[in-house]
């Protein structure tokens, strides 16, 4: 997937014909920033103002504009469960098996 970066942020950038609009949305801010043009050219401007809009934010209220991962991701006592069962057949941790599968999901 193509996206637009700017200042250590990524924004996807996608059309819709009904509209005739260009539209898209900041990756890994803390809050939803969206954005929009009738041109490339403009998509590309609106996304730029729309992350320096968002930094003046983040700086005007002592936030830090990324947020923080800490590294856990949470399912459902089910789908853990499934998880499990197939890292333990497979002879691996949970962990490996939930690496492994985002990992090859994120290649697509």
Do not use: W
């Not at 637009?4 to 920033?33: I, P």
């Not at 934010?57 to 069962?85: N, S, W």
């Amino acid at each position: 997937m193509n996206h637009l970066t700017y200042k250590d942020f990524k924004g996807t950038a996608q059309y819709d014909a009904r509209d005739h609009l260009f539209h898209g949305s900041v990756l890994g801010a803390r809050a939803r920033v969206i954005y929009h043009g009738e041109t490339v050219a403009e998509l590309e401007a609106a996304f730029k103002e729309a992350v320096d809009d968002y930094l003046d934010m983040c700086d005007k209220d002592g936030l830090d504009p990324h947020p923080d991962y800490d590294g856990k991701v949470h399912v459902t006592p089910e789908l853990h469960q499934r998880i499990a069962d197939r890292a333990a057949a497979a002879g691996k941790s949970v962990d490996d098996v939930v690496v492994e599968a985002v990992e090859a999901l994120l290649l697509l």
